[in-house]
């Protein structure tokens, strides 16, 4: 009698809803970024860079961090992308 191999399916199941948890994330991201817009924006361009240079490697990419770290980028009127 041949051995059939059952495929199992991966299952993912989330814990928090991604825009709940993409505001609070962004919400503790806030206070480490500085008091002037300038400010702001500088160090925010900075941690955006380091994310995308983290998912070009593929080590120690967190995309929920770079969607807030985006989010805020556009609330000060920059647009995170390209940059």
């Known amino acids: 009698m041949p051995h059939c ?3 199992r399916r991966i299952r993912a199941q989330r814990v928090h809803e991604p825009e709940s948890a993409i505001a ?5 991201l ?6 002037s817009r300038e400010e702001r924006s500088a160090r925010l361009r900075s941690l955006l860079r ?3 240079r983290a998912a070009r490697r ?5 995309p929920l961090r770079h969607a807030a770290l985006a989010r805020l980028m ?7 992308a390209g940059k």
């Open 58 to 62: 593929g080590q120690a990419y967190d």
């Open 74 to 80: 556009a609330e000060i009127g920059g647009t995170g």
């Open 50 to 52: 380091a994310e995308r």
């Open 24 to 28: 609070a994330r962004s919400e503790a």
């Open 5 to 7: 191999r059952e495929r």
């Open 30 to 35: 806030r206070p480490f970024l500085g008091g």
